[in-house]
Nanobody, 121 residues
Framework: QVRLVESGGGLVQAGGSLRLSCAASGSIFSINAMGWYRQAPGKQRELVAAITSGGTTNYADSVKGRFTISRDNAKNTVYLQMNSLKPEDTAVYYC???????????????WGQGTQVTVSS
């Protein structure tokens, strides 16, 4: 079994900062990419940022220059530092990991339960 546990969400004023963390645990052979997605009410889930095992990053245009994704491969943990937050960043943020559970396994996507981020104006 694989678990992704997120933490760090909450309520913050516009212009403030939050740091999200997501730790993957369980039967894991290797993790390829890890990332953060978000879903606001009435909208589709969208990619916020992703990072490969080698450290290559990818960001949504709406968060470039404000958010920074990083990971600790030894801890199977990914972080999202969110600065200069805006009300439009309000959403449930989901952690994603693309991983193999054993040496012959296919890469599969696993998801966390989500953490609420609310930015007040």
């Amino acid at each position: 079994q694989v678990r992704l546990v997120e933490s760090g969400g909450g309520l913050v004023q516009a212009g403030g900062s939050l740091r999200l963390s997501c730790a993957a645990s369980g039967s894991i052979f290797s993790i390829n990419a890890m990332g953060w997605y978000r879903q606001a009410p009435g909208k589709q889930r969208e990619l916020v940022a992703a990072i490969t095992s080698g450290g290559t990053t990818n960001y949504a245009d709406s968060v470039k220059g404000r958010f920074t994704i990083s990971r600790d491969n030894a801890k199977n943990t990914v972080y999202l530092q969110m600065n200069s937050l805006k009300p439009e960043d309000t959403a449930v943020y989901y952690c994603n990991a693309n991983l193999r559970r054993w040496v012959g396994d296919y890469r599969r996507d696993y998801w966390g339960q989500g953490t609420q981020v609310t930015v007040s104006s």
